[in-house]
């Protein structure tokens, strides 16, 4: 099977074809129209079916990998880290957009991550839309905290695009509901997660919004880490002994979702509360206690 790295930015797709002998590389814009020149550059060079890796990055490698497993190639989306350790591992000196697109094709050959399978149509569209209510409620903080220090010259613009946010953000929150609303499967799924005292409707679309993780998820352990929430113990010898944290290593987005109702869950979930009151009375810190409400919720 021949295998395909592309390395993904913004504005273009370098791709590295490895035939059994040789790379093929060529560049193409991270566009519908050069996704389909793309699979015809792979038709013509008859690679079909052949085995592809990307890194998840940020959101740019959606619509590729979309298209490419449409197609009928089978593509893994590998966490960068995995590929900065595999360019460590070989030593690796050049950073190019082609040289890092062959590295994954030989991630790929190497280590064969498993393949990756967009989610539903209905669970795509959701995190669309809780994507971009996260952006404009940043933006809504960003102008709110310069509101606090505008010049009066000013202070009339800056309200006024508060003003228009806070209507977009409300309209994006009822799309978000009505859209949940509107499919059975997504609709369940949420009253199950409201059921648990602590988890808002803010909360339950944001859960939702990761439901294709709930395929690859096969225990807790792995949904936690998935989350970044897993504990990173960093030990060696005798002089390297730090602090145990969360890795981090996994959906930021999430993390933040689940902060404010472990807060909650503490104070109003009783099995979370009796669960946090236990962790204080064995010494542990506050935020260690914030964490293990996190995972546990």
């Known amino acids: 099977m021949a295998v395909l790295g592309i390395d993904v930015s913004k504005a273009t797709l370098d791709v590295a074809l490895f035939d059994g002998r040789k790379f093929k590389t060529k560049v193409f814009a991270n566009t519908p129209k050069a996704v389909s020149a ?20 940020g959101s740019y490698w959606e619509m590729s990998a979309i298209a490419l497993h449409d197609a009928g190639h089978a593509v893994s989306v590998i966490n960068p880290a995995q590929v900065h350790a595999f360019a460590d591992a070989e030593l690796s000196r050049a950073k190019t957009d082609v ?66 946010l806070d209507d977009e953000i409300a309209r994006l929150r009822k799309a978000i509901v009505d859209h949940i609303d509107q499919d059975p499967d997504l609709r369940q799924r949420r009253g199950w997660l409201e059921s648990i005292p602590g988890i808002s409707t803010r909360t339950s679309a944001v859960v939702l919004s990761h439901l294709d993780a709930f395929t690859r998820c096969a225990t807790a352990k792995q949904w936690v880490a998935y989350a970044g929430l897993d504990c990173a113990i960093v030990q060696s010898g005798t002089s390297v002994r730090r602090r145990a944290a969360i890795s981090k290593r996994g959906s930021a987005q999430l993390r933040r979702a689940l902060y404010f109702p472990a807060l909650s869950a503490l104070t109003h979930n009783p099995i979370i509360r009796a669960f946090g009151d236990r962790l204080k009375g064995n010494g542990k810190r506050g935020k260690v206690v914030l964490c293990a409400a996190m995972r546990k919720l």
């Open 38 to 57: 793309l699979l015809q550059w792979l038709a013509a060079h008859q690679a079909s079916g052949c085995a592809v890796g990307m890194e998840a990055t």
């Open 99 to 164: 040289a890092d697109a062959k590295r994954i094709a030989r991630f790929v050959q190497m280590h064969q991550p498993p393949r990756w399978t967009p989610p539903p149509v209905a669970v795509r569209t959701l995190q669309a839309l809780v994507r971009r209510l996260d952006a404009l409620l940043d933006l809504h903080q960003q102008e709110s905290n310069r509101l606090d220090v505008a010049h009066a010259s000013v202070r009339v613009s800056v309200q006024s695009v508060l003003d228009a």
